[in-house]
Structures are given as C-alpha cells and as structure tokens.
C-alpha cells in the first residue's frame, strides 16, 4: 500500500519514519510527501527516500497514491481531506476533524457522497491504558457511567517552540479533542451543553495569541457530566512535556488512567496493571490500514469527528459569551 502525507511537521515527519522503517507494518511504502513549505516536504520526504510535492494535487496527479495521512494544522483539515475524498482516496485525518461545524460537516459529506473509508486519528482509542478501561466498561465491571475528569496538558515549550501555528489553535482544539473523544468511545452519550472559560496572558507575551488554560464542563444525555483541563504553559522542568490523567466514575466503581505511569486503576477490582508497551501509533496506522483493505470497520469515524467538533465549537462560544451555550 502506498501512503502519501499532507503536511511535513511534526506529526506528518513522525508518520513518514514509521511508514519508511516499516515500524507501522510490513507492505507499506510511502509514497511522498506534499506541504506547501516545498523545501521541508522535499527534505522530509528525501529523509526517508521519497518525493516531496508542493501540494496535494500533484501528489493525486502522480497516481501512486492508495491511501493518505493528513496532518496539515487544526484549521487547514478541509480542502485536503474533501480532495482526497473526492479523488477516490482513502485517508486518515489528525483530530480534531475541523474547527468548524461547517468544516466537519463538508468533509463528512464528501467522504459519505465518495464512499471512501476514512478515519480521524483519535490516537488514544488504542492507548494501552484507555483500551484496557473501555475493556473494563464494555464488561460491566464498573457498571453505568456517572461522571468523568479529565486533565491534558502541555510544557510551554509545545505552543512555543515545537508548533509553530499555535496562535491559530488552543489548547481546547489542540489537545482537548482527544480528552473529549475518549469521553464519547468510553460512555456514548451525546453531548447537551457546554460550559467554557479561558485564560490567557502569558503565551500572548511571547507572540502566541492564544489561550494559556482552558476549563469546561459538559452535560451529557442523561444526566451526566465531564470536567476537562487543558493548559499550554506548564513549566518545561515537569518530568514529562505532557500531563495526561483521566477518571470515568461509575455506579459500581471508577477507573482512573495515568499516562504517565502507563497504569489503569480498576477501584471496583482494586488492582493496577501496566500495559506492555508505550507506543500505540503503529498499532492505530495498521488498523486504519486494515479498514482500507475491508478486514474490519473505521476505528474513528468521521461522525464521531462531527461530534468532537460541535462540542469544540460551542466550548469557544462559551469562552467568549461567558455562558452556557447548546451543543
């Protein structure tokens, strides 16, 4: 299978390793790399004995492409994934799926209208930690979901240094999205409304106009609710540039993971495992793989995309409007 990538930073330099060295699985080849900073997609791609392409449209015209890995910035995911719909090409797009409903919802028409399998890299659905409490969930361990908090946040340096389009995003997009999928994979329930209020001053001193905290709260149906944080400044001496801890409560018990341990702590059962492994991204790359080749269905469809981008959306609205807003 030949995998081209839309976008030559970070996440799309990461991908291009794993497809080249064969670390996301044997079969793969990639097929070239398009950005529109021409001479880091030729560097990237060159890296790892590919092509770089000054855009998408001419990677497509090359017609080596069978599959794509779009990681263009948050705001920049529609033009490339409704191409690559519109082209016939199966893709995998970085979360969020948009940053606007609009956005979301073109995408999820052209994908629809097309036909093609196509999937949003919420990357923490095949975490060690939250398989293991989806496992625990689906099983009944802890019976009916209660309540949650959720706590993803980022060394100063990451919206700083290490992302250099922070300004056009916030820690919410960034880095909430996947706090606020992982809530909808674990328990389901749609989200009602949403209340939001950020925090900014010290990412704008240093040219990034952006918010340095986020803190939300979201009802569910039924009657349920989920406390998230996100904050981008936290200082680059903690033990680790990302904090990431989640607790689902529920009527028989609670789980808690902590990624900086690897542990999952099942309070019903009072035990603590520790999964195997550390990296989980080429285990989520085969399973898109998988999908494309028909052996089983999306692991991150493009609606639970649409969902994860209208709570987003009214997240911001809430920030601004200081108050609740609908979903």
Not at 7 to 22: K, V
Not at 82 to 94: I, N, Q, S, T, Y
Not at 114 to 134: K, L, M, T
């Amino acid at each position: 299978m030949r995998v081209g990538i839309v976008g030559a930073g970070t996440m799309g330099g990461r991908y291009a390793e794993g497809i080249a060295s064969g670390r996301f699985g044997s079969g793969l080849e990639l097929a070239g790399i398009a950005d529109l900073d021409v001479a880091r997609a030729a560097a990237t791609a060159g890296a790892h004995g590919s092509r770089g392409y000054p855009s998408l449209e001419g990677l497509l015209e090359d017609g080596r492409v069978d599959a794509l890995y779009i990681a263009t910035p948050d705001d920049a995911h529609r033009a490339p994934a409704v191409a690559a719909a519109r082209a016939g090409v199966p893709f995998l797009l970085e979360k969020p799926l948009a940053t606007t409903v609009e956005d979301a919802e073109a995408i999820a028409a052209a994908v629809a209208e097309a036909g093609v399998v196509a999937e949003v890299n919420f990357s923490n659905r095949w975490n060690p930690p939250f398989v293991a409490a989806r496992q625990a969930i689906d099983r009944g361990e802890i019976g009916e979901f209660v309540t949650l908090f959720a706590r993803l946040n980022n060394a100063i340096g990451s919206p700083t240094q290490r992302l250099a389009w922070a300004g056009r995003t916030t820690s919410a997009w960034f880095l909430l999205s996947h706090c606020l999928d992982l809530a909808y994979w674990l328990h389901g329930r749609p989200a009602e409304r949403v209340y939001a209020s950020g925090v900014r001053g010290l990412l704008e001193a240093r040219g990034v106009p952006t918010y340095d905290s986020i803190h939300a709260i979201v009802r569910y149906a039924g009657g349920t609710d989920g406390a998230y944080e996100s904050t981008w400044v936290l200082p680059e001496g903690m033990p680790s540039p990302v904090e990431f801890t989640f607790r689902y409560v529920a009527s028989r018990g609670a789980v808690t993971m902590d990624t900086h341990e690897q542990s999952i702590r099942l309070h019903a059962a009072e035990r603590t495992t520790f999964p195997g492994t550390l990296s989980w991204a080429p285990q989520r790359f085969a399973d898109f793989v998988a999908a494309v080749r028909g052996e089983r269905s999306p692991g991150a469809p493009i609606a639970d995309g649409v969902e994860n981008t209208r709570i987003l959306v009214a997240l911001h609205r809430s920030i601004e409007s200081g108050a609740v807003e609908p979903v």
